[in-house]
């Protein structure tokens, strides 16, 4: 069993839908990231969180730390969203449990 | 082994000594990235290495970090006379194809410069 659960494991949206992409984990945790990969490209740290909600533009983040549960939603998805997005628990020793990722397709 | 493999796990150096840390990907990857993760950061990227191309290296943040890929196969990352702030956890990862999903991380090598 991974310590790090991310649902879907793909998503095709059209342009405008919100969208929400789902993690567990099962570890104690210091802190939990969101990550973005965009084809051919680096990986960008989106959010790091370690209780409540955070917001950068249209991406917003929510963490229940009584669930181990947390969720990255993209507000009026856009074409350019279109990326794999990974979820990393990062436990009290700074060791990071990856979830497999969810790769992500917003059509016009 | 089956999965990305990073050593040491742990690295504790003085200040102003040169370290190396090695990462060996998944055998078949072509992709392999280097990043790091400061104490209370978010990931930080180092460099990127696919297949025989120029490694992209826009994310070394200074001339005394320096990577190398041998055979398209392990790396080392080497930080060249280390400072406190090089203190990070540093992540290598890698995946079959140009970014593609189904990338793997190592589970890092701990840096502490005292």
């Known amino acids: 069993k991974n310590e790090v659960e991310q649902s879907p494991q793909n998503l095709t949206a059209q342009e405008g839908e919100f969208i929400t992409i789902n993690c567990s984990y099962s570890?104690?945790?210091?802190?939990l990231h969101w990550l973005q990969q965009h084809p051919g490209g680096g990986i960008v740290s989106l959010f790091m969180?370690?209780?409540g909600k955070k917001k950068h533009g249209r991406l917003i983040a929510t963490i229940n730390i009584q669930e181990k549960h947390s969720s990255l939603h993209i507000t009026a998805s856009h074409p350019r969203d279109s990326a794999v997005y990974i979820c990393?628990?990062?436990?009290?020793?700074?060791?990071?449990?990856f979830g497999t990722g969810t790769s992500l397709t917003v059509i016009p | 082994g089956a999965g990305v493999s990073q050593s040491p796990s742990n690295k504790v150096t003085e200040k102003g000594k040169d370290v190396e840390l090695r990462c060996d990907p998944i055998?078949?990857?072509?992709?392999l990235y280097w990043y790091r993760q400061s104490l209370g950061q978010g990931l930080e990227f180092l460099i990127y290495?696919?297949?025989?191309?120029?490694?992209?290296k826009s994310g070394l943040p200074s001339d005394r970090f320096s990577a190398e890929r041998t055979g398209g196969s392990v790396s080392t990352l080497t930080i060249q006379r280390t400072q406190q702030e090089d203190s990070a956890v540093y992540l290598c990862?890698?995946?079959?194809?140009?970014?593609?999903?189904?990338?793997?991380f190592g589970s890092g090598t701990r840096l502490t410069v005292v």
């Open positions: 570890v104690g945790i210091s802190a």
């Open positions: 055998s078949g990857h072509t992709a």
């Open positions: 990862a890698s995946s079959p194809g140009q970014g593609l999903y189904g990338y793997t």
């Open positions: 969180l370690s209780s």
């Open positions: 990393a628990a990062a436990n009290t020793g700074n060791q990071f449990y």
């Open positions: 290495f696919q297949g025989n191309s120029a490694p992209d």
